[in-house]
C-alpha cells in the first residue's frame, strides 16, 4: 500500500490518478490533496477518497469550502505553505506533482528536501530550477519518477541499457491541431480551434502549449535535467498518431522506442509502482489497427516556439524560468482572447530579449526572475 500526496487533484493528471486509486484500493490510498479553485470537484474528491488533510491556493475560498463540506472534518490548508505541508506529510509515500505551471515549483522542492519520493509531471519544476532541483534530490537520495508521456517513454527506454552509450534522446510531438493548418491563417486562429487536440484530452493550458509545441520546448529542457543530457543530444520530432511516446537512440544507431495508447494512466501507473507494471485494465495498443506511422521534421516557422527553448537552454541559468513566466502569461493573454495566436511566441521573445541571465543559487532569485519576467511579458500585451 502506497500513500500518495497529490498536488493538482482537480487537473487531468489528478483525475488520472485518482482513477488509479479507484481501480487499485488495494495498492494505493490518498493522505493529502492540493487544489486550486474548483472547490466543487474537490469536495466531491473528499468525500470519495477520504483524505486527512486538503490544501487550497486562495484562503479567501476557505469559508465556503467548509460549508460545501457540511459535517466532514477534514483540515483545510491554504496557499503554498498549505501546499508544502501536505506534499511534506510524515506519512506520505510519494508526491504526484501534477500542478498547472510555476505554481507547482515549492511544494514540489518541498516534497524532495523532505525524502520524498516524486512522481513528477510539473515540468515547471525543472524548467524553472532544473539544477537546483536536480541537486537537492542527489543530496537526499530521492527518486524522480517521470509521469509526462514523453519523458516516461524515454525512462522505460532506458532501463537495462548503459547511459554512456546514449547517442540522443528523441521526444516526439503530435504537432498538434494546426499541424497542417496553411500559415497565413495562423494569425486568425481561435481559441476553440488551438483547444482542439487530435489525440490528447487534457488541461487548457497544455493544449495551448501543445498547439504552439512550447510543450515539446519545455519537455526539451525538462529531459536536459531528468536524464543529464546535453541539450545537442536532445531531438524533437512530429508524430501525428502519438503511438510511438518518445526513443532513445543509441551509438550503434539501434533505436529503442515505447509504444502506447495516448492514456495518462499508463505513465501514472508506472511511475506509482515503478519498477512494476499494473494491470490496468484498459484497452491495450493494438497496432493492426493503426496503419501507418509517420516522423516527420519539425517545421521552425510553424513552431518557432520550440526554437525558444532550445535558446533558453544555450543561454543558461535563468533563461528557461523567464521563458515559462512569459509563456504562462502570453497563454493566459490568447485564452482571454487579448491577444492572437502568433503573438504567444512574439512576446516570449521579446521578454527573453530583456533578460540578462544569471546562475541562480537560490529559489527566491528564480521567483524573483519570475516575477519581473510575467510583469515583463505582461506589459508587452496591448
Known amino acids: 500500500m502506497r500513500t500518495i500526496a497529490l498536488l493538482g487533484s482537480t487537473g487531468s493528471v489528478g483525475l488520472s490518478t485518482l482513477d488509479l486509486v479507484r481501480r487499485f484500493p488495494e495498492r494505493f490510498k490518498v493522505y493529502g490533496l492540493v487544489a486550486g479553485e474548483n472547490l466543487k470537484r474537490l469536495v466531491s474528491q473528499i468525500r470519495e477518497f477520504a483524505p486527512k488533510c486538503v490544501a487550497i491556493k486562495n484562503e479567501e475560498d476557505v469559508p465556503r469550502l467548509r460549508k460545501l463540506l457540511g459535517d466532514n472534518r477534514v483540515e483545510v490548508l491554504c496557499g503554498e505553505p498549505g501546499a508544502a505541508a501536505v506534499s511534506t506529510a510524515h506519512e506520505v509515500d510519494i508526491v504526484v506533482a501534477a500542478i498547472v505551471g510555476g505554481a507547482g515549483l515549492l511544494p514540489t522542492l518541498a516534497a524532495v ?198 535558446a533558453a537552454l544555450k543561454e543558461g541559468g535563468t533563461m528557461s524560468a523567464v521563458l515559462n513566466a512569459a509563456n504562462e502569461v502570453a497563454v493566459e493573454a490568447f485564452l482571454e482572447r487579448k491577444i492572437g495566436f502568433r503573438d504567444i511566441h512574439r512576446i516570449i521573445d521579446k521578454t527573453m530579449q530583456g533578460h540578462v541571465p544569471r546562475r541562480p543559487k537560490q529559489v527566491d532569485e528564480i521567483l524573483e526572475v519570475d516575477r519581473w519576467a510575467r510583469e515583463r511579458a505582461s506589459s508587452l500585451i496591448h
Not at 514523453?150 to 503530435?174: M, Y
Not at 494569425?187 to 484530452?201: E, G, M, S
Open 113 to 310: 528536501r523532505a525524502g520524498k519520493e516524486v512522481a513528477l509531471a510539473n515540468k515547471e519544476a525543472l524548467v524553472m530550477a532544473g539544477e537546483i532541483f536536480v541537486s537537492a534530490a542527489k543530496q537526499k537520495g530521492v527518486r524522480l519518477l517521470p509521469v509526462d508521456s514523453e519523458h516516461s517513454a524515454i525512462f522505460q527506454c532506458l532501463q537495462g541499457n548503459r547511459r554512456d552509450e546514449v547517442d540522443k534522446l528523441i521526444l516526439t510531438a503530435s504537432g498538434g491541431p494546426f499541424l497542417r493548418t496553411p500559415l497565413k491563417l495562423l494569425n486568425r486562429a481561435t481559441v476553440a480551434q488551438a483547444l482542439k487536440h487530435p489525440n490528447w484530452k487534457m488541461g487548457r493550458k497544455i493544449t495551448i502549449d501543445s498547439a504552439t509545441m512550447m510543450n515539446k520546448g519545455l519537455e526539451v529542457v525538462e529531459a536536459r535535467w531528468e536524464f543529464d543530457m546535453d541539450p545537442g543530444r536532445i531531438d524533437v520530432v512530429i508524430h501525428p498518431q502519438s503511438v510511438v511516446h518518445s526513443m532513445v537512440r543509441y551509438q550503434d544507431g539501434s533505436i529503442i522506442a515505447q509504444l502506447g495508447i495516448p492514456d495518462m494512466r499508463i505513465p501514472i501507473a508506472y511511475a506509482l509502482t515503478y519498477p512494476h507494471r499494473l494491470k490496468g485494465g484498459w484497452k491495450p495498443l493494438d497496432l493492426t489497427q493503426h496503419g501507418e506511422l509517420n516522423f516527420l521534421p519539425v517545421d521552425s516557422k510553424r513552431f518557432p516556439a520550440l526554437r525558444l527553448a532550445y
